[in-house]
């Protein structure tokens, strides 16, 4: 039965690069739509660059353009990273448009109507200097619960705890560096804990199969804890659209975000006829199918449904939510050069289709992450798409076009084809499913059963026997046809070479049906040409350094995981727990942001800390933290148990034997890993990184620091 379907990925925030962790979600999508078309359904793929917020506003003042300037400037970026890994987008918009605006102020009306809609005083902080509410990220101080210095308002990254901005002692604007001011403003809310909202929304979390089974489990969780209401609005000056008979109050950039899906739809809708309501309103068969990263399930799974139902449009068939990628088995990382752009690896020349080969054959359909291994990548694609796959072509064409002027022969069909050809229902079910690793594992085996009928019947010795030109030129054919059914397998991860493989055979475009009747006999194909090289281990080193020198003009934020997907700063727990998410990821500076000297202290007062030598007797990453690493350390009376949220900055190997600096004397805190006893001294700046503080050679364990 033929499918209808509109599908989207997450909107890449419009304030930095394409870059491996993103194009996890673009190709795993990509992958299945173009499987879904080869099956000759009607699919809608559309996308738009996120364009919004603060972090928008305040790099554009930066920068000393407008922010349509920017984001005009980053869709080109973007649009170019997308083509070049060809992510087959039928739209590729912003949000920054009429299409966004009009449909985001009909869903705002349509929820006030619902009497969805509350308006409430909120005390924040506010920017004296800017003159700004200042959303969570744009706050650092000292965390109230251990102290540490150079914490943003909503968690802290070295004892992870969690907590309201107001909290933070000697708060400071990261904007300005000016300390920051109480003031009141009113906000407008989605009450999504509003008995209709619950009642809604526990129906489509737990039934029908919107979502995975993990995600089930997770709302089921976080309906435990109580569901909160929204804010959607931002005080002016923010870049984004304004609120209806609101003036001066914008629409919070998490608000019309995921309304881009349905404002791209309506763009692509105008320009082909395609009818918007279908799709868009209740009713019908068509689906509404989205990607997303497992950091942004909250509002996929909760507030995006629950406004698309309650403002009287279609809520999402399916919500297919994947985990993160690590490189190496760590974290990206720009000093190791393993925070990877899209861009760099164009620039440098490597093929796009060998990443997306690697990345499906490590997908499935659950949220776990996926290991980009950097030598097991170079293996892999050298294995199976050089060795196996196109060498079947070059082994069996110029037998073909030499010998028999290019026409195929005829004759029965061989086990091999016969074999592979019956696996085409096995692999477009995997494809389905999202199962992409089983579907590969399925071409791969067939690809190595032709290779065995090409090794067991020799064509190189056939040609050479003047009475085995008949079995020569089937044996050729049959291996031709092979490649032609292992080429429809696999056009959905390699477009591009399928699309070079039809040239070669002088097909049309593959699709799936294509599987079930062979090529006739006399059909002519045209003379062979390499359709794939290996990848060189240097080149991928050379990807490494490139990436690597990057640093210099880039620094360092946050943990990438922690930017995975969309706006890269959200932590949906936190969210969670207090209805008020943080706005868009804080603008990279050149220059790290200094925080204020703090107030003046007496030679007594510094007494009172003991900073001691200490050397690194043993560092390990701490399973279930994302920041954390547990250190034992040597200060010359005994060992002591540090928890440092230094994992985003530091591989525990290079630790071990260091010397560090710590506070001794500190009370010691209970945390779910264990008791940390004491504190490691670092450096740190807005976007510098993490540095931590080292002594000349020839100090000893326990030496006093004054």
């Not at 008949?470 to 292992?486: G, K, P």
């Not at 040409?529 to 060189?536: G, Q, V």
Request: charged content about 25%; aromatic content about 10%; overall charge negative.
């Amino acid at each position: 039965m033929s499918r209808r379907l509109l599908v989207t990925s997450a909107l890449p925030y419009a304030n930095g690069s394409i870059h491996f962790g993103h194009l996890v979600e673009y190709i795993q999508t990509d992958i299945w739509v173009r499987f879904q078309k080869m099956q000759g359904h009607e699919v809608h793929y559309v996308c738009a660059d996120d364009t919004h917020g603060t972090a928008i506003m305040l790099r554009a003042e930066k920068e000393g353009i407008t922010p349509e300037e920017l984001i005009a400037r980053v869709w080109q970026e973007h649009t170019r990273d997308f083509d070049g890994f060809l992510i087959g987008f039928d739209n590729y918009y912003s949000t920054h448009s009429d299409e966004t605006r009009e449909l985001s102020e009909d869903i705002y009306r349509g929820l006030r109507t619902r009497d969805l809609i509350d308006v409430r005083s909120v005390e924040q902080f506010y920017d004296p200097v800017k003159e700004m509410f200042l959303p969570d990220r744009f706050i650092k101080g000292e965390c109230p619960k251990c102290g540490a210095p150079d914490q943003y308002g909503d968690s802290c990254e070295v004892c992870g705890a969690t907590y309201a901005p107001t909290d933070l002692r000697n708060p400071y604007s990261v904007v300005s560096g000016a300390a920051p001011v109480r003031k009141s403003s009113d906000h407008y809310f989605f009450r999504l804990s509003h008995e209709d909202c619950r009642a809604f929304l526990h129906d489509w979390t737990q039934s029908n199969d919107h979502l995975q089974e993990e995600a089930r489990n997770k709302i089921r969780e976080w309906f435990e804890q109580g569901l909160n209401d929204w804010d959607i609005s931002r005080d002016a000056p923010y870049f984004g659209f304004g609120i209806p008979d609101a003036p001066g109050k914008y629409f919070y950039v998490w608000l019309d975000a995921p309304i881009g899906y349905l404002g791209s739809f309506r763009n692509l809708t105008r320009r082909t006829g395609v009818d918007f309501d279908a799709f868009a309103r209740p009713g019908g068969d068509t689906e509404m199918v989205h990607f997303i990263g497992k950091d942004i399930l909250y509002f996929h799974a909760l507030f995006w449904p629950a406004m698309l139902h309650f403002a009287g449009y279609r809520a999402p068939t399916r919500v297919f939510a994947h985990g993160f990628l690590t490189v190496n088995g760590e974290k990206m990382s720009k000093s190791r050069g393993t925070f990877i752009t899209a861009g760099s690896f164009l620039d440098l020349g490597l093929n796009p289709e060998w990443l997306r080969y690697y990345y499906a054959a490590k997908l499935g359909p659950t949220m776990e992450d996926i290991d980009l291994n950097l030598d097991d990548f170079v293996a892999r694609v050298n294995s199976d798409l050089v060795g196996k796959y196109v060498n079947i072509a070059s082994r069996a064409a110029g037998f073909v076009t030499k010998r028999f002027d290019g026409a195929l022969g005829t004759g029965p069909e061989a086990d091999a084809v016969r074999n592979l050809r019956a696996r085409s229902a096995t692999i477009a079910r995997h494809y389905d499913q999202r199962e992409y690793a089983k579907a590969l594992r399925e071409i791969m085996l067939g690809a190595d059963e032709v290779n065995q009928f090409v090794d067991q019947e020799k064509p190189w010795e056939l040609a050479r026997q003047p009475d085995s030109a008949d079995r020569l030129h089937w044996v050729c054919s049959q291996t031709l046809e092979a490649f032609r059914l292992l080429s429809i397998f696999l056009k959905p991860v390699l477009p591009r070479v399928a699309a070079r493989v039809e040239a070669f055979l002088a097909v049309p475009p593959l699709d799936w049906s294509h599987a079930q009747r062979a090529l006739p006999a006399g059909h002519r194909i045209h003379p062979y040409e390499h359709l794939m090289a290996r990848i060189d281990g240097k080149q991928v080193e050379a990807l490494v350094a490139a990436n690597r020198e990057s640093l210099r003009a880039t620094p360092d934020s946050h943990s990438t995981q922690r930017h995975a997907q969309h706006q890269e700063n959200i932590v949906t727990e936190n969210i969670a727990a207090t209805g008020s998410p943080a706005d868009a990821t804080p603008p990279v500076p050149d220059e790290p942001a200094i925080a204020p000297i703090a107030p003046t202290i007496t030679i007594d007062d510094f007494m009172k800390v003991d900073l001691r030598i200490a050397r690194v007797v043993d560092a390990q990453h701490v399973e279930g933290a994302e920041k954390l690493i547990r250190l034992v350390l040597d200060i010359g009376a005994g060992t002591r148990q540090v928890f440092a949220g230094i994992k985003a900055h530091y591989d525990p190997e290079t630790l071990k034997g260091r010397h560090v600096v710590m506070v001794a004397n500190l009370q010691p805190r209970k945390m779910r890993f264990g008791e940390s006893q004491g504190m490691v001294l670092a450096a740190s700046a807005d976007g510098a990184g993490v540095f931590l503080l080292d002594a000349d050679d020839g100090v000893t364990p326990g030496m006093r620091v004054k």
